[in-house]
């Protein structure tokens, strides 16, 4: 990667976006992967509006000029949104220095021991200053199945606990269905435990609800089809 600074017109040094490498067009390594980026990301933006927000899977954060992106497998970043043109250079990818801060929340996932979650990762989002990073380790390659790091001046101190108070949203071991799939599933989930629906889920939701009323009003001699 070519190393290169333009000065703007408050003298300010951003890097030049031309000469930085914002997508590789890498595949997601496992069907498994994909699901469970596709479900944390997903039920974000079908619970959550209007909060802004932005959530994104397999996307590169640049955290410094200096370095190669790291592509986080899900990062959440709060009161932020995309620029209106994204798809210019500077704006195809997250860079700190554009957005202004680093996300809040980055979630690996992991499949195999070369990913180096505990070393190399962690030390980089430690630098960049994510509030929380999240290792969820569905089939114990690394030894527990959820790791919830939390940022404490500068250092990650591991946490038991999954109540991310910076962020106002909890993660949780979830046994369900999603996309016709039984699994255990990485989620978001609210304070008292519920995790937050995906937009299938909220409609469910709603026809069960639909349906609860029309046999409550059948059962006061309503037809709910003549209302």
């Known amino acids: 990667m070519v190393e290169q600074l333009l000065i703007n017109d ?6 030049d976006a031309n000469q930085l490498i914002t ?20 039920s974000l933006y079908s619970s959550i509006q209007p909060q802004t927000f932005l959530a994104e899977a397999n996307v590169g954060v640049y ?6 992106p790291i592509v ?14 994204w798809w210019e250079k500077q704006n195809r990818c997250y860079m700190v ?38 290792l969820y380790d569905p089939t114990q390659q690394l030894g ?6 939390e940022l404490r ?27 016709g799939r039984q699994d255990v599933w990485l989620r ?4 008292d435990g519920n995790v937050l629906p995906t937009g299938d889920e909220r409609a469910q939701q709603a026809e069960q609800r639909t349906q609860l009323l029309a046999e409550r009003l059948r059962a006061m001699g309503v037809d709910p089809d003549t209302l």
């Open 188 to 191: 978001w989930c609210y304070q």
């Open 97 to 134: 220095w554009r957005f202004g801060k680093p996300p809040e929340v980055v979630i690996e996932i992991v499949s195999n021991k070369e990913g180096d979650e505990l070393g190399k990762k962690l030390k980089i989002y430690e630098h960049m200053r994510a509030s929380y990073y999240i």
């Open 10 to 15: 408050d003298d300010y040094y951003v890097p």
């Open 153 to 179: 001046g500068m250092r990650y101190f591991e946490t038991s606990e999954t109540w991310l108070e910076q962020v106002g949203l909890g993660v949780t071991l979830w046994q369900g269905e999603f996309e």
């Open 63 to 68: 955290y410094t000029d200096l370095q190669p």
């Open 23 to 42: 997508e590789d067009d890498t595949p997601v390594d496992n069907f498994a992967s994909a699901k469970q980026q596709r479900l944390l990301v997903g």
């Open 144 to 149: 527990q199945v959820l790791r919830v790091y």
């Open 72 to 85: 986080p497998d899900v990062f959440l970043s709060l009161d932020v949104q995309l620029p209106q043109n």
